[in-house]
């Protein structure tokens, strides 16, 4: 699945128009059948990305997992995410675009972006009959309201209709067993915005006094409230997402381990290799002859 590109095809959500509502509906079969054999290569993308299968059958990779579409399927693709869709064109459903833009950044914003759209945990979930027919009555919605842009307060309406969709989902995520945050002190919010700096700057090689400085707080502060909220150090987050990227690249570009090391903030290829050792337990060599296709 290695793209002989050396990168990642990355795809925008009107980047030449930020005049446009930020937020797009697709059919998924149509919009299936438009993307050929393109959406079936792994891609990224600079956008949050919903989709909805109405029914069962096929595959999805999501980064380094394959998973099974059951009927009422919904995949959340955070950004950067690497995903693929399989070669079944003939597949019903909705899909959701829409860029960081159009959240509102409050706290309910950056809770639902931390669970729902969370790199680090599961980002499929199948949904019942009666959260179905609760969905669907908001995507009505959202596409009643696009077929009339430029109504009084449209856009807000697809907003808030987007935002009580997620809650509603968030629901269900719940229910998995999974740990999430709840929002309900300090240090949670904290926290999100901490994991909101390491995604803008990871691979700038930034110390966590240099991410403490920019929450305005001490490195010993970071470092209790992700002990606090996650039960990990400040500098393991910072190691996780910095390793995170380095297996997709590895897994899925034909980049040379010295590329791929400043690609992730690292000067030094031997350093990044003995960094990568450590997490991983092997070789960046040895895990991307072991995991490429």
């Not at 149509?30 to 069962?56: D, P, V």
């Not at 700057?201 to 909220?229: C, M, P, Q, R």
């Not at 791929?260 to 070789?283: L, T």
């Amino acid at each position: 699945m290695k793209d002989s590109n050396n990168k990642i095809e990355k795809y925008h959500l009107h980047k030449a128009h930020p005049e446009k509502l930020q937020f797009e509906v697709y059919n998924l079969n149509e919009y299936r059948k438009k993307s050929g054999k393109k959406a079936a290569i792994a891609h990224s993308h600079s956008y949050y990305q919903i989709i909805w299968f109405f029914e069962e059958g096929g595959e999805h990779v999501v980064d380094f997992k394959t998973y099974t579409i059951k009927k009422n399927t919904i995949l959340f693709i955070s950004k950067d995410h690497i995903h693929a869709f399989d070669d079944n064109l003939e597949v019903q459903g909705w899909l959701i675009h829409f860029n960081e833009s159009f959240f509102m950044h409050n706290d309910v914003d950056i809770f639902l972006k931390y669970n729902i759209f969370n790199s680090q945990e599961n980002p499929c979930y199948v949904i019942d009959n009666e959260t179905a027919i609760t969905a669907t009555s908001y995507m009505d919605l959202i596409r009643k309201e696009l077929a009339q842009r430029g109504m009084f307060g449209y856009e807000d309406i697809v907003r808030f209709s987007l935002k009580s969709l997620l809650i509603n989902l968030e629901r269900i995520h719940r229910n998995d067993g999974a740990i999430h945050l709840k929002f309900n002190n300090h240090y949670e919010l904290q926290f999100a915005k901490y994991k909101e700096l390491i995604e803008e700057n990871y691979e700038k090689g930034l110390s966590v006094g240099d991410y403490a400085e920019l929450l305005n707080i001490s490195s010993k502060t970071l470092t209790t409230i992700t002990k606090n909220v996650i039960g990990k150090s400040a500098s393991q987050l910072i190691s996780e997402r910095i390793i995170l990227e380095a297996k997709r690249l590895l897994r899925f570009t034909s980049l040379q381990i010295g590329e791929i090391a400043f690609k992730v903030g690292f000067e030094d290829a031997s350093y990044f290799v003995k960094f990568f050792k450590r997490h991983v337990g092997s070789s960046p060599r040895k895990y991307r002859n072991e995991t490429v296709n």
